[in-house]
């Protein structure tokens, strides 16, 4: 993998910093949703926290031949809340990187043909409209004093597709055997 072009290198670089901060805001966010008494909640946020995680690997993985110190710039929502107003934060970080972040990050590393980080947005983006729908519904019923009612969650250790209450044969999104998909109770 070499990526060559400026601009993909800095998305990539951003992506992987926004990725990061999203998997230690879902762990903390895990452990408050179990404190206030939303285990299953506390389980949806681990899955994703591991799914960005995934990501974020990904897109390291692409910048493999970049060496040396970067600042980089990357969009974060901060702050312990309630569990409905974390939810709210995670949402509004997903939407955000499927309305506008992946959408340009793809589009530019398409045009400068970069298939490697095309593959690694794509991969992304899927995986962040299912979890923005996934909070959504946590919200709901957290605002309805429930937990969300979920068994468990799957996610592909490939490309972060992430599934609830159901492990597919094979990824939908990367073509990864249901093997791939990692498990969480």
Request: hydrophobic share 40%; charged share 25%.
């Amino acid at each position: 993998m070499m990526v060559n072009n400026d601009i993909t290198i800095q998305n990539l670089q951003s992506a992987f910093g926004g990725e990061s901060q999203a998997y230690q805001r879902y762990i903390a966010w895990a452990n408050k949703a179990k404190e206030d008494g939303f285990p299953k909640v506390g389980i949806l946020f681990r899955a994703i926290a591991y799914a960005e995680e995934v990501h974020a690997g990904n897109h390291f993985e692409v910048l493999d031949n970049i060496k040396g110190d970067v600042l980089v710039a990357a969009g974060a929502v901060f702050g312990l809340g309630e569990t409905a107003e974390n939810l709210e934060g995670a949402i509004a970080g997903e939407d955000f990187e499927i309305e506008q972040m992946y959408p340009a990050f793809h589009l530019v590393a398409k045009d400068q043909d970069e298939q490697d980080a095309v593959k690694s947005f794509h991969y992304a983006l899927e995986a962040e409209k299912i979890h923005s729908k996934l909070f959504n519904e946590a919200k709901d019923a957290v605002e309805s004093g429930n937990d969300y009612d979920l068994e468990y969650v799957s996610v592909c250790e490939v490309c972060g597709h992430t599934v609830k209450d159901d492990k597919p044969d094979q990824c939908p999104v990367c073509g990864a055997s249901a093997e791939q998909f990692k498990e969480f109770h």
